[in-house]
Nanobody, 112 residues
Framework: QVHLVESGGGLVQPGGSLTLSCLASGVNVSRSYIGWHRQAPGKEREMVADMFGFFDVRSYADSVKDRFTISRDADRNMVYLQMNALKPEDTAVYYC?????WGQGTQVTVSA
């Protein structure tokens, strides 16, 4: 049985940073597609960052390029999203995805 548990969300001021974590069980993050997606109120879920393939090819949404970084720790079976220079428009529920499995989401709110 696969479980993905996100943590690290919260309230942060514009310009601040947060690191989201995703602990995976039942699926190996080092051999799978991994990604972070987000959904803001009234909007569709969108891909924020992902990584896949033998060479760990990373891709980012244009809106977060140069501010967000996706990574994984194979030893701990965890996935991370480092978020810097946060903006109010980054406010959303962030979901971890590993292979075809989703976490329950963690709320990120960027507000003064």
């Amino acid at each position: 049985q696969v479980h993905l548990v996100e943590s690290g969300g919260g309230l942060v001021q514009p310009g601040g940073s947060l690191t989201l974590s995703c602990l995976a069980s039942g699926v190996n993050v080092s051999r799978s597609y991994i990604g972070w997606h987000r959904q803001a109120p009234g909007k569709e879920r969108e891909m924020v960052a992902d990584m896949f393939g033998f060479f760990d090819v990373r891709s980012y949404a244009d809106s977060v390029k140069d501010r967000f970084t996706i990574s994984r720790d194979a030893d701990r079976n965890m996935v991370y999203l480092q978020m810097n220079a946060l903006k109010p428009e980054d406010t959303a529920v962030y979901y971890c995805k590993v292979s075809d499995y989703w976490g329950q989401g963690t709320q990120v709110t960027v507000s003064a």
